[in-house]
Each structure stands twice: as C-alpha cells, then as structure tokens.
C-alpha cells in the first residue's frame, strides 16, 4: 500500500527567503506526483504535476523534481512571499489497482512572516 | 472554464435531517469525485464517477448516497449523519480516470458540513 510522507509538518520563514518542501513515497511504481496548495478551510489549488518519465517541473517561483527510484520529490519555493502561506500537499497516482486514486501526505503547513 | 463550483459554501444539519451536495463542472471531464477531509488531514476518497457511472465506493456507510445525473453534475445526499461526518467535502474532476491516469485532479472549493 503506497504511503506517502511530508516534512516537516509546519515550517515558519521570513519573508524573501528560498525554501524547499519534501516528499517521500514508498512504492516507486507511480504514474505522477501531484503538488497542490489549500488556504484554510479552501479546497485544493493544483500547483505541478510531474510525470514519472520527468524530473521537474517548473512554474513560476515554483519548481518540483522527482527521483522515482528513491521515492522522493520536493517544491522548491523561491523568493518566498506572505501569500505563500498555506498547507503544501503531496499526491501520488499509483500503478496497479486503485490508479484512479491520489495517495495524499498529512501536508507541510508553511508560514512566511512578513 | 477551468472551474470545478460546489454548493453550498457551508452546511449545519441535523442528524435526523436530508441535505445535498452540489458539484457542477463544465470542462468535458468524463471522471468526478467526492473526497471528505477532516481538519488537520488529507483528503479521503469517498466515490469515483466515469462516464456517470459509480466505479468506485470506498465502503463508505449507506448514509451518503452519491448522484450523477449526467457529465456535469455530481451530488452527494445526506441522510441521517452523524457529528463525525463533520468534515470539509471536496469534488474533483479529470478527463477520465483510469484510462486517464497522466492526468491531474482539478477540486473544488469544497462544503463545510457541520452534523449536529
């Protein structure tokens, strides 16, 4: 069962610096790793979707990678800004039964402080 | 249009009451989801709609009744919850979905219930 893991939990910055989020995954065989972005009490805000067959992914002051043989993506977030605070989610699609489903970490809760 | 649109915002009913959920999506995405996210935890899938058919039930209890009436819309019917069902209610939508699975989610605001 694909399980997947973000840290740290909450990350408190100040404004301007660049940071990096990060994301586990237990089973390798994925078709995609989706990053997405909630406000509180908001519903899910797509950020970058990587394919397996790709390393990164860019938009914006946002960059993710992904090295599917170990299990690991991160967002990198430039030049962070106050509005960049919210929960950073992790999904994967796995291969096999239930590739219809997004396996999702706890999320990365960040603050940027002005 | 890019926009996946749920009703209503905010939701306080009754254990005893019957209430909708309204998602509504005019991309031409033949796959629709519910998903139930508690505070402080990821989402969860509920149900999987393709091509208005149920695919998938994540034994979720009788008491959420999902509904596709056709491509765009898709309702959840409430009935007898219970205060655990208290949680954010998200839709989605993709092109397809198994058939489909290069392709990202696209959710909705999501409904705030409260069960009392």
């Known amino acids: 069962k694909q399980e997947v893991t973000q840290i740290p939990a909450a990350l408190s910055v100040p404004e301007g610096e660049n940071l990096v989020l990060n994301c586990s995954f237990t089973?390798?065989?994925?078709?995609?790793l989706q990053w997405f972005r909630q406000d509180p009490g908001k519903g899910l805000t797509s950020l970058l979707l990587i394919q397996s067959s790709q390393r990164e992914q860019t938009s914006g002051r946002l960059n993710a990678s992904l090295d599917k043989s170990s299990g690991r993506s991160t967002l990198y977030i430039a030049a962070s800004q106050p509005g960049d605070s919210a929960t950073y989610l992790c999904a994967v699609r796995t291969r096999g039964a239930g590739s219809y489903q997004l396996t999702f970490g706890k999320g990365t809760k960040l603050s940027v402080i002005p | 249009d890019t926009e996946v649109t749920q009703t209503p915002k905010h939701l306080v009913m009754g254990m005893t009451n019957k209430k909708s959920l309204k998602c509504e999506q005019h991309?031409?995405?033949?796959?629709m989801y519910w998903y139930k996210q508690k505070a402080k935890k990821p989402p969860e899938l509920m149900f999987v709609y393709s091509y208005e058919k149920l695919s998938i039930n994540e034994s979720v209890p009788s008491r959420f009744s999902p509904e596709c009436p056709n491509s765009s819309l898709l309702n959840l019917h409430l009935h007898a919850l219970q205060p655990e069902d208290s949680a954010l209610y998200l839709c989605a939508s993709s092109p397809s979905s198994q058939q489909g699975a290069w392709e990202t989610q696209y959710f909705g605001p999501g409904t705030r219930l409260l069960v009392l």
């Open positions: 089973d390798s065989a994925i078709y995609n």
């Open positions: 991309m031409g995405h033949r796959a």
